[in-house]
């Protein structure tokens, strides 16, 4: 459909496309009263999440593109319809649950997302969560306490292109005893809206 439609009593004579192409469908000398103009509206394009499975509430639901970000150190599984992370030895590290995922330099990136801080004690920075888009930091949660539950919407726009989405704590897990649940994902969207947020 053309982006501008020039009507003459009901009966489209020219139109004209974005690209600046013009048609004219028929020629001769017009009454300008008879003449009307009409605009298509531009279509907005609808985003579609970006994680699969992001309420992890399918039936058979598995981990889909989600791993752990320090896998000899911690796990992930659905239980209950949520993602959680499990600290499984006593060492050091920096623990996370990673999703693959594509992203493009210079876009804005939409985030939608509940989670909670499972683990208890002394546990070094694990107060600060944070969202990643590979080495950066989309967004962070700071002062979380055991059994917190946090529901926000981010939006980030990347310096480069990056191939992961991380939630992961902030820090070095030092004192947390084996088997100890670490992290709970609730739910996860994640849009590309770089073509619906003005630059």
Known sequence: ??????????????????SGTKTLLTSG??????ITIS???????????????GDFSQAGATTD???SVNPSRSTIAVTDGKL??????????????????????????????KVARTIGGSD??????????GTEVAYVVRGLSQNDIVESVAAYKTSSAESTLIFQFGGSIGTAA??????????????????????
């Open 124 to 133: 070094g920075d694990s107060a600060v969560i944070q969202i990643m888009l």
């Open 84 to 113: 959680v992370l499990t600290h499984t030895t006593t060492s050091n590290g920096n623990y996370g649950m990673s999703y693959a995922v594509n992203t493009q330099a210079g876009h804005i990136y939409y985030f939608r997302f």
């Open 178 to 199: 084996a088997n100890d649940s670490m992290m709970e994902l609730y739910y996860v969207e994640m849009y590309d809206v770089t073509d619906i947020v003005p630059n």
């Open 29 to 34: 000398t017009f009454c300008e009263d008879d």
């Open 1 to 18: 459909m053309a982006d501008v439609t020039i009507n003459y009593k009901g009966s489209e004579i020219a139109d004209m496309s974005a």
């Open 39 to 53: 605009y298509a509206k531009p279509s907005i394009p609808t985003p579609s999440n970006m994680i699969a499975n």
């Open 65 to 67: 593109g989600w791993s």
